[in-house]
C-alpha cells in the first residue's frame, strides 16, 4: 500500500528549523537513508520538543541525549534507520518498546494508522503522554508496562520496534508479530557489543533475519522473576 502522512498535528513545528533541515541532508540523506515518508515524518517532528529544555540546543545533532531515569532519546540516524527498516504503510499498526520522550513514537505515528509504545519508567510514560497530547498527535497509545511483555491485547503487529538491547529477543514479543510483519532490535550486551537485528516472520514458527550493523543502546529490562532479556 502507498505509504501517505496525515496532516501534519497543531503546534508540531520546530524552532530550531534550520538545526533541523540540515539534520535531515547531512546525518539522514548523506548517510544513505532513502525512504521519502521516513525523511518527511522526521521533518515534520520536532526533536527540540522531546529533550529536557536544557538541551534543546543539541537536539539536531546526532547524538542520544539524556531524558532521565538512566535513558536517553536515541540518534536520529538510529531511529531513521530503524522505522525505515520496519517498511511502515498507513495501514500499519506499530508496536514500540522503550517509548522514552515519545519521539520514536510520534515519527511512526506520521507514517502508521496506529502506534502503541510500552515504557516501563512511569514517568517517562506520563511525560510522553502530555508531550503528544500538547504536540497534537491522536493515534498514538503509551501505558507503563514491562516491555518484554509487549501490549498483547492490540496484536499482531505490522512492525515490533525494541529500543532497548537484550541478549535475545523476548519470545513474547516474537509471538506478537503478524505473519508478514517485523520485529527490529538491538541483541547484545554493551559489553560484548550490540548488532540491529531486523527480523522478518514468514510463518507461524518461522523467520528471516537480517543483521543491520552495530549499535549501542541501554538495556531491555524485564520486571519478571526470570530473566528474559539482558
Given at each position: 500500500m502507498k505509504k501517505m502522512l496525515s496532516v501534519i498535528p497543531a503546534g508540531a513545528q520546530s524552532d530550531y528549523s534550520a538545526e533541523q533541515n540540515e539534520m535531515i541532508e547531512h546525518q539522514l540523506v548523506a548517510r544513505g537513508v532513502r525512504d521519502e515518508a521516513v525523511l518527511s515524518a522526521m521533518r515534520s517532528v520536532p526533536r527540540d520538543r522531546f529533550v529536557p529544555s536544557r538541551l534543546r540546543a543539541s537536539a539536531y545533532e546526532d547524538v542520544p541525549l539524556p531524558i532521565g531515569e538512566n535513558q536517553t532519546i536515541s540518534q536520529p540516524y538510529i531511529v531513521a534507520v530503524m522505522i525505515e527498516a520496519a517498511q511502515l504503510s498507513n495501514a500499519s499498526r506499530v508496536l514500540e518498546i522503550g517509548?522514552?520522550?515519545?519521539?520514536?513514537?510520534?515519527?511512526?505515528?506520521?507514517?502508521?494508522?496506529?502506534?502503541?509504545?510500552?515504557?516501563?519508567?512511569?514517568?517517562?510514560?506520563?511525560?510522553?503522554?502530555?508531550?503528544?497530547?500538547?504536540?497534537?498527535?491522536?493515534?498514538?497509545?503509551?501505558?507503563?508496562?514491562?516491555?518484554?511483555?509487549?501490549?498483547?491485547?492490540?496484536?499482531?503487529?505490522?512492525?515490533?520496534?525494541?529500543?532497548?538491547?537484550?541478549?535475545?529477543?523476548?519470545?513474547?514479543?516474537?509471538?506478537?508479530?503478524?505473519?508478514?510483519?517485523?520485529?527490529?532490535?538491538?541483541?547484545?550486551?554493551?559489553?560484548?557489543?550490540?548488532s540491529l537485528r531486523k527480523m522478518i516472520r514468514t510463518g507461524e514458527r518461522s523467520w528471516l533475519e537480517e543483521d543491520l550493523g552495530n549499535v549501542l543502546f541501554v538495556p531491555l529490562i524485564s520486571e519478571q522473576t526470570e530473566p528474559q532479556s539482558g
Open positions: 517509548a522514552g520522550s515519545g519521539y520514536a513514537a510520534a515519527v511512526m505515528s506520521r507514517i502508521a494508522r496506529r502506534v502503541y509504545a510500552v515504557e516501563r519508567h512511569g514517568t517517562l510514560a506520563r511525560g510522553a503522554r502530555r508531550r503528544l497530547k500538547a504536540l497534537g498527535f491522536r493515534n498514538i497509545e503509551i501505558k507503563t508496562s514491562d516491555g518484554t511483555l509487549g501490549w498483547p491485547e492490540h496484536a499482531p503487529y505490522d512492525a515490533i520496534l525494541v529500543a532497548a538491547a537484550g541478549a535475545f529477543i523476548p519470545p513474547k514479543l516474537q509471538q506478537q508479530v503478524a505473519i508478514g510483519g517485523c520485529l527490529i532490535m538491538p541483541v547484545g550486551s554493551s559489553g560484548s557489543g550490540q
